[in-house]
């Protein structure tokens, strides 16, 4: 994502990414959450984002089969996730797509 010109804030789990989002939410467009995290999970992390009503948007990340039931919960209408492995221009498509839409 840095090699592609996109500023990138990090965290090691859900906790710190609500966190981050709390602190540096003026900065951010899209938060890049996986279904599966240590503390919180995305879905947590997107519920938090949608409560506080920040034009932040999310796009899921999973190595999960898309049958499983780990990733049923997050398969809302307009959550939208890509599974791992992903291609790196995929990512980078998908990314672009969501920042685009209005």
Avoid: C
């Avoid at 599966?36 to 899921?60: H, T």
Wanted: no cysteine; proline share 4%.
């Amino acid at each position: 994502l840095l090699r592609a010109g996109y500023n990138v804030l990090t965290a090691v789990d859900g906790e710190e990414a609500i966190e981050i989002l709390k602190e540096k939410s003026a900065e951010i467009n899209l938060a890049l959450v996986d279904a599966i995290m240590p503390k919180q999970g995305g879905r947590s992390v997107y519920d938090w984002i949608k409560a506080a009503e920040l034009p932040i948007k999310v796009l899921f990340m999973s190595g999960y089969n898309l049958d499983s039931t780990h990733t049923d919960f997050i398969l809302d209408e307009g959550i939208t996730l890509v599974k791992k492995p992903y291609p790196r221009h995929v990512l980078l498509q998908k990314i672009r797509e969501m920042l685009d839409e209005n």
